[in-house]
């Protein structure tokens, strides 16, 4: 079962609140926010799109269902942004939405240059749907009252909440403590200032602006009377929470690990809800967080990755995938690295193919393929296509004289669709991007024209595997599937096992440990250039083809072995023709065995001093079936 079904079978049993402000009473409203104190990590996108996922799950079983998203800006000023310093230094424990817009920005306040710049990337992962997820602010919030009727309560009930943190949290306040942070008229922070005395007639609460309630800023000392409503002032944020779900109000919520310990502010928030309404707190979707690897993603030190960085890099379905595709409560991974790149866009891609292709594919897979699908309700973007493989891409890109498009349209068969061309742009976007600004020097390609210095390295039978390359690749048709076949057919006429060969055989081509794909790639290149640049693996930089004979000889039980095993059959030779090779002091008896399924193979068993070539020669003769040998 998906996630998704999960949470929706959990939600079948769970309380429905009453109508609040916002409506409700029947519809299930998804809440989720952010303070927007600063650029929004990576991370932060978890969060959004597991609840879009849970959003677009219920939308399809036909559940009445809205996705709110709040921006916290009525929060204070509590650390400064990343290289902004001296200009936010001022307004520490002023709320954000007062805040003024860093130098250059054109955002009205400092809240709102975060969050628009956070809310640009739910455009570009189609969250909320088409029309997107439905932004309020908090500000708008308090100042128009709408909270006005949960500040009453919470604050009436003050002493109760104190109670509930002291039982719930173990958490100490003072007697005559209020949850509640006005904002300093003289100052204007928020951030510094404690109230009492809450007068339930007239909604005012008595305030003082300390300079010592806080070690990250510094409060004026004014003190004063104001009213605790229409935006005066703010609930301290596990308030704020009871506040959102009463008025609005939530049905779903989910929150990272780091809020749902016992005791944590989602316990204390659920406990003063259950207290102050009688309601139970909406479903929580705990998750985990994304982990971010390594290689270091950012061009804005310190920071760690933004959300917006990562979503200029990684075409927004895959984006969506890496999110969505582990369970909320698994920690999501993501290393940028050329290899995980490109396991994370192989996989997708194979649920994307499974999905429409495969009726037996489990429909917990379907549905996270389809979760992360950007545009839902295009059938062409919904549908199956073909995807251009992202290895191929990032070699492609890397080859400036070829055309990417024509390639793929080559390899496809047809011409590319218009989806699957804006597919294939945001690959080459991505490629492009990750060639010029994470990838190491030993992941980026440098096609050989001659063999490299490197190839002097090969063993003699590494060597040999590349003469017989040449030869195979000289004769074969010339596209992937033939190629790669010729790769394969090559190593097993050295013979030599499959890791030595691809050693080699990226080393001669890119100079390198690993590569794209044999088939396809080389397909991109000219025939000729590569029969040549195999050909001349240097050869007369000490090449021992008596070495090579006697390193590739085994024993006669070893071909009786090979000839006798296999699954699920031993293999049917159906040619076969035996020499004797000389092989510097010694000797060798060479096989060259043709498989009933046409695979050729060769296979070289050594002459003991206490034997004979002739009677090694006349057993290997009897090991193959009689009418060959
Ligand atoms: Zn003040």
Redesign the pocket.
């Known amino acids: 079962m998906h996630w998704t079904e999960e949470i929706l079978q959990q939600l079948e049993t769970h309380p429905m609140p009453p109508a609040g402000t916002y409506g409700g009473g029947g519809v299930h409203i998804i809440n989720d926010s952010k303070t927007p104190s600063g650029r929004a990590h990576v991370g932060s996108l978890r969060g959004v799109l597991i609840h879009d996922a849970v959003y677009r799950a219920l939308k399809a079983k036909g559940v009445s269902v809205r996705y709110r998203f709040g921006c916290d800006d009525y929060d204070p000023v509590d650390e400064l942004p990343h290289g902004m310093k001296e200009h936010f230094q001022q307004y520490l424990g002023q709320p954000l939405c007062n805040t003024p817009a860093p130098p250059g920005s054109t955002a009205t306040d400092m809240a709102d240059h975060f969050i628009t710049d956070f809310w640009s990337v739910f455009k570009d992962l189609g969250v909320g749907g088409e029309g997107g997820c439905e932004f309020y602010r908090m500000r708008d919030i308090y100042r128009s009252g709408q909270f006005n009727g949960a500040i009453d309560r919470i604050l009436s009930s003050a002493e109760r909440v104190r109670e509930i943190y002291k039982q719930v949290s173990n958490a100490d306040r003072p007697r005559g403590w209020l949850p509640f942070q006005a904002i300093?008229e003289?100052?204007?922070?928020i951030g510094?200032?404690e109230c009492t005395n809450y007068d339930a007639a007239a909604h005012t609460v008595e305030y003082h602006?300390r300079t010592d309630l806080v070690e990250w800023a510094k409060?004026?000392?004014?003190r004063g009377k104001v009213s605790a409503l229409d935006g005066k002032g703010k609930l301290p944020w596990k308030l704020e929470w009871v506040a959102k779900w009463a008025t609005f109000p939530v049905t779903v919520e989910g929150a990272g690990e780091d809020h749902n310990t016992k005791g944590g502010s989602r316990d204390v928030a659920a406990h003063c809800l259950k207290a102050l309404y009688g309601r139970e707190a909406p479903l929580n979707i705990p998750y985990g967080f994304i982990l971010i690897g390594g290689r270091k993603m950012s061009s804005s030190k310190g920071l760690g990755v933004t959300a917006r960085e990562m979503a200029d890099f990684l075409p927004p379905e895959v984006l969506r995938y890496l999110m969505i595709r582990t369970r909320p409560k698994s920690q999501a991974n993501f290393e940028p690295t050329e290899e995980a790149l490109v396991k994370l866009f192989n996989e997708l891609d194979r649920s994307h193919l499974k999905t429409f292709t495969d009726e037996k594919y489990p429909a917990a897979e379907k549905t996270s393929y389809l979760l992360s699908v950007v545009h839902e309700k295009d059938p062409a973007e919904a549908g199956a296509f073909f995807d251009c493989e992202f290895q191929l891409v990032l070699a492609l890109v890397q080859m400036p004289h070829l055309d990417i498009y024509a390639e793929f349209a080559r390899i496809k068969g047809s011409a590319l669709s218009p989806i699957e061309r804006s597919h294939l742009d945001r690959r080459i976007h991505a490629a492009k991007f990750f060639i010029a600004n994470l990838s190491l020097p030993e992941e980026r390609l440098t096609l050989q024209t001659t063999p490299p210095i490197g190839a002097k390295e090969l063993s003699a039978t590494q060597r040999a595997f590349c003469r017989v390359l040449s030869g195979r690749f000289s004769k074969c048709e010339w596209n992937g599937e033939a190629i790669q076949s010729a790769v394969f057919d090559a190593a097993r006429l050295s013979p030599i096992d499959q890791p030595s060969a691809f050693l080699a055989f990226y080393r001669v081509l890119l100079d390198n440990t690993r590569g794209p794909k044999a088939g396809n790639f080389l397909a991109f290149l000219g025939r000729d250039s590569v029969v040549r640049l195999f050909g001349e693996v240097p050869w007369d930089a000490g090449i021992d083809e008596a070495a090579h004979l006697r390193a590739t000889a085994g024993t006669l039980d070893d071909l009786k072995k090979f000839l006798t095993t296999g699954k699920p059959t031993p293999p049917t030779p159906v040619h076969g023709a035996v020499h004797v090779r000389s092989a510097g002091a010694g000797k060798v008896v060479e096989a060259h065995i043709v498989m009933l399924d046409g695979k050729e193979h060769l296979r070289r068993v050594r002459v003991d001093a206490d034997q004979t070539a002739a009677s090694v020669e006349a057993e290997v003769r009897c090991l193959l079936p009689t009418q060959l040998a």
Do not use: F, Y
């Open positions: 300093c003289k100052c204007g922070r510094t200032v602006c409060g004026c000392g004014n």
